[in-house]
């Protein structure tokens, strides 16, 4: 299978690149590398050509006229669309920015796809940043607008987009940036020894979900049939405090009386329903729990940090 990843270098989309590659496919990697990082495409730049495995990178913007050349010449059975300005790459939310990259770099997509005859697209939309249909950030309303044209194409061109709305993602490769990356922020702080504060009287659970696993969603949503379309929650099992962040890497660790306090106990995790939907669709649901996530997580940043490291966030987790 040839498969087209934009944002290829970025958190999620270098993992997909890595897994793709891993199974033996051809990639085409698209990235601007405004925010994607080259470092996340080592593995794949060296590696990736090995044994018939094939990997190109292209620097290229989605919103670029040259996008349609890109698609055109790659020839992909399935486009990735993970290319965005989230909604943590700023320090304050810029709707002007979030339509140019979310909505008009997202409908150039598409155009080059209907040109290039590609039908089957997934889609990364947002599931944390809105609740049911409404947007709560111009963030997520960028992106439910990215579903919208997608619907729009299925009816006028016959696309088989499949959007996945993910949850908070964590994982190897993640920047420490938002409420998204609270573990990844907390882990970096007591990895490398910084001190850092759990707010203990902020109780909001959020819902946390491993990369490997929304890396999983991807592949199989490529690999559903053809008529299978429509948005699909990608989340995780479990709701979690930053408390329970805090004990779970504290206890990866082996460290539990860290520089970091929260004056609270460990408390059971309440479970969260799957999406039944997804789970029969795509046969698809987290199989990564938070201890092991968090292990590999850490176990990443021990090889990626130095101490005195510093992260772009004061800890106030659960904010």
């Known amino acids: 299978m ?7 270098a970025g958190f999620i989309g270098s993992n997909l690149v890595d897994r793709l590659l891993a199974d033996g496919h051809q990639v085409i990697g698209v990235d601007n590398f405004w925010t994607g990082d080259p470092s ?12 018939g495995r094939r990997f190109t990178l292209v620097k290229a913007d989605i919103q670029a006229p040259e996008l349609t050349d890109i698609v055109a010449g790659a020839c992909p059975h399935v486009v990735y669309h993970l290319a965005a300005r989230t909604e943590h790459d700023a320090v304050a939310p810029d709707p002007l920015l979030d339509a140019r990259n979310n909505v008009l770099g997202t409908i150039n997509v598409l155009e080059a796809c209907r040109e290039a005859g590609v039908r089957r697209i997934v889609y990364a939309t947002s599931g944390d940043s809105r609740y049911g249909d409404d947007p709560v950030s111009s963030h997520a309303a960028a992106k439910l607008s990215g579903e919208l044209y997608l619907r729009a194409y299925t009816e006028m061109y016959g696309f088989a987009p499949i959007c ?3 949850s908070n993602v964590y ?8 409420v998204a990356a609270l573990i990844t922020i907390l882990a ?32 199989r949503a490529a690999h559903a049939p053809i008529d299978t379309v429509g948005t699909y929650d990608i989340s995780g099992s479990t709701q ?34 799957i999406d039944v939907n997804t789970e029969y669709t795509l046969g698809w649901k987290p199989r990564v729990g938070l201890a092991r996530g968090i292990r590999h997580t850490v176990d990443w940043l021990c090889t990626t940090l130095e101490p005195g490291y510093a992260t772009t966030d004061v800890i106030a987790a659960g904010a």
């Open 2 to 8: 040839r498969a087209l990843v934009t944002g290829a």
């Open 40 to 51: 996340n495409l080592e593995w794949a730049l060296e590696q990736g050509n090995s044994s």
């Open 164 to 166: 996945l709305a993910l």
């Open 171 to 178: 994982g190897p490769r993640q920047r420490p940036h938002g």
């Open 188 to 219: 970096s702080a007591m990895v490398t020894g910084r001190p850092y504060v759990v707010n203990r009287d902020h109780a909001d659970a959020h819902d946390f979900v491993y990369v490997g696993d929304v890396v999983d969603a991807f592949v």
């Open 240 to 273: 979690i405090t930053a408390t329970d962040i805090h004990h779970a890497i504290a206890t990866v660790l082996d460290d539990a009386a860290s520089t970091g306090a929260t004056g609270e106990e460990n408390r059971e995790l309440s479970e969260k329903k």
